[in-house]
């Protein structure tokens, strides 16, 4: 910290701008009040984008997603406009490398906790809950000794949108500008990949 001090100084920086710098560096004096923003939308060929964000500036947000969605192909809609094509979940995904345990035994305990639905694939087991009820499934799997590769209450699809190879290259674009926005924490959408 010093030697940075030290190169501002050299520069000329007057006394204020560095102290203003370190103390919104270190937090002090940030008064910013986060608010959480859900955005809706259209990605390249209809796909059904929904964006959930925590920001301290919802114009700044707002430009900054509707920017994104525009140089991908889609549009920024209004509130509502594709929220009622997804169901709010709570979704465990387990590695069936991680556990000994058989499918049928790891099926009947999260059914048994209270989980909606069970499926497996080659790779992963998906247990799917009611919101109000994932707390209680993921305990339960956990205290089983289950590790999870991803858990969290998500947006699901109720339908999805197959994409061509030009349509689907739009969708990963539009997908890592949106994550390479600061004020995003996720992103939810209906493209079948």
Request: net charge negative; hydrophobic share 35%.
């Amino acid at each position: 910290l010093k030697d940075v001090i030290a190169k501002c100084k050299a520069a000329n920086m007057p006394n204020d701008t560095i102290n203003n710098a370190i103390k919104k560096a270190s937090g002090e004096g940030n008064d910013a009040n986060y608010e959480e923003v859900v955005y809706e939308g259209y990605g390249p060929n209809g796909v059904a984008v929904i964006v959930n964000a925590n920001t301290d500036n919802r114009n700044r947000t707002a430009a900054d997603v509707r920017h994104v969605f525009d140089k991908a192909g889609g549009n920024l809609g209004t509130t509502g406009c594709v929220s009622y094509m997804f169901d709010k979940k709570g979704v465990i995904v387990i590695d069936k490398n991680s556990t000994d345990m058989a499918e049928d035994d790891i099926m009947m305990l999260a059914l048994d906790a209270g989980a909606e639905d069970f499926s497996a694939d080659d790779e992963i087991y998906q247990i799917t809950t009611e919101p109000s009820d994932f707390t209680e499934v993921s305990e339960k799997l956990e205290q089983a000794g289950l590790e999870f590769l991803d858990a969290g209450v998500q947006m699901v699809p109720t339908t999805t949108v197959a994409l061509d190879e030009k349509g689907a290259e739009k969708m990963e674009r539009l997908l890592e500008r949106l994550d390479e926005l600061d004020d995003v924490a996720n992103v939810y959408h209906n493209w079948e990949e």
